[in-house]
Structures are given as structure tokens and as C-alpha cells.
Antibody
Framework: QLQLQESGPGLVKPSETLSLTCTVSGGSISSNSYFWGWIRQPPGKGLEWVGSFFYSERTYYNPSLKSRVSISVDSSKNQFSLKLSSVTAADTAVYYC?????????????????WGKGTTVTVSS | QSALTQPASVSGSPGQSITIPCTGTSSDVGGYNYVSWYQQHPGKAPKLMIYDVSNRPSGVSNRFSGSKSGNTASLTISGLQAGDEADYYCSSYTRTSTRVFGGGTKLTVL
């Protein structure tokens, strides 16, 4: 059974870079049918898509975050990572990683069927 | 990109049916049949309830159904139960190859 687990610092200082890792178990991250993505949820607010990557190293980002975000993959460890630079209090949120079905060629984002439990990141000095 | 539009809250009594609309544009909801719905209980991760507008994943009750007309998708829950009380989010693929979520709807079972 596929499982995703987020990990990383729970506290980040303003202006620094937030770094999180998602470890995938029970399946391979090197699939030609799935994107692997990050979603965040500020306290008391809704879900916001941060970005996703496809195994062929295609990456897609939320336009509102694009200048500060990057997603990378370590296939040898079956992990993918999120980096968000120049953080402010507005980046305080629960961050989820999730698998996003992309069809046979990753042409579209169909649906997110497996989610991690989420990790809380607070931006504060 | 703008979030899809959902009502902030809906409510219903046990056994009743409710519908949650999700309004986008021709660049997202109206342009693709890649609308999905997620249920989120407090403190928990979202759970996929509907995909590709109207399909249910294995294990999801047939009391949950989805549909779409034009730029508006809808989630209907029939035979409301106490356990259905949760936040619900719609999501869609967009023309610019991104994913967008709705603002979320809090369902209260009276």
C-alpha cells in the first residue's frame, strides 16, 4: 500500500528557506503515470496547490509562488523535496505531499488519490 | 490563478441530500472533465471522494455523486450522516497546466 510521509523543520525564520521532504513507500516514485506534488493549508484556511513534478523531470508551479519555489526528486531514495525561499508569516501552513494521477503521459492533473498526513511549518523569528 | 468558487457553508439534516456547487471558468472546470472532490475532517489529510467529475474511487459510498454543467461542477451527498460533517474542496486542472482548488465548503449535519 502506497504511503507518503512529510518531514522537515517545524519552525523556519522569516527570509530563510523552507525545506521539506516527502518519502514514498510501497511504490516507486519513478512512474510514468503520476505526478508528485505539494499542497499547503494555512491555519483555518483552504487548500492551495504549491506545485508538482512528473518523473521525466517536468515541474509545474503555482504562478503565485513560482519565483520562490522549487521541487526536486531523489529517485535513489524514493523521495521528493520542496524548497520555498524568502518565507514570511504568510507561508505558515500545514504542508501535504500527494500523488496526482497524470494519465499515460502526464498530460493533465487528474486527481490526487494518496496523501501524506501533513507537517506543520511555522514561520517565526 | 483564482480559486474556484464554493459556498463557505452548507447544512442539512440526517437523511437529507445536499449539493455543493463549484464554479470556475472555461479555462478550468468548464474546459476539462478533470474535476475532483476531497473531504477533509478536522486535523486530517484530505480524502479523494470524486474524480473525473463523477467517478467514485473504490471504497467511497455511493451516497456521494458528482456532476458538471458548463463552468460549474457539483457534489451531491444523499442520505446525510453525522460522519459526513467535514470540509469539502473541489479541484480542477487548468489551461495553464496547473491545479486549482476551491475555497472549501463546511458541511454541517444538523
Amino acid at each position: 500500500q502506497l504511503q507518503l510521509q512529510e518531514s522537515g523543520p517545524g519552525l523556519v525564520k522569516p527570509s530563510e528557506t523552507l525545506s521539506l521532504t516527502c518519502t514514498v513507500s510501497g511504490g516507486s516514485i519513478s512512474s510514468n503515470s503520476y505526478f508528485w506534488g505539494w499542497i499547503r493549508q494555512p491555519p483555518g484556511k483552504g487548500l492551495e496547490w504549491v506545485g508538482s513534478f512528473f518523473y521525466s523531470e517536468r515541474t509545474y508551479y503555482n504562478p503565485s509562488l513560482k519565483s520562490r519555489v522549487s521541487i526536486s526528486v531523489d529517485s535513489s531514495k524514493n523521495q521528493f523535496s520542496l524548497k520555498l525561499s524568502s518565507v514570511t508569516a504568510a507561508d505558515t501552513a500545514v504542508y501535504y505531499c500527494a500523488r496526482d494521477y497524470g494519465g499515460n503521459f502526464g498530460d493533465y492533473f487528474y486527481y490526487m488519490d494518496v496523501w501524506g498526513k501533513g507537517t506543520t511549518v511555522t514561520v517565526s523569528s | 490563478q483564482s480559486a474556484l468558487t464554493q459556498p463557505a457553508s452548507v447544512s442539512g439534516s440526517p437523511g437529507q441530500s445536499i449539493t455543493i456547487p463549484c464554479t470556475g471558468t472555461s479555462s478550468d472546470v468548464g474546459g476539462y472533465n478533470y474535476v475532483s472532490w476531497y473531504q477533509q475532517h478536522p486535523g486530517k489529510a484530505p480524502k479523494l471522494m470524486i474524480y473525473d467529475v463523477s467517478n467514485r474511487p473504490s471504497g467511497v459510498s455511493n451516497r456521494f455523486s458528482g456532476s458538471k454543467s458548463g463552468n460549474t461542477a457539483s457534489l451531491t451527498i444523499s442520505g446525510l450522516q453525522a460522519g459526513d460533517e467535514a470540509d469539502y474542496y473541489c479541484s480542477s486542472y487548468t489551461r495553464t497546466s496547473t491545479r486549482v482548488f476551491g475555497g472549501g465548503t463546511k458541511l454541517t449535519v444538523l
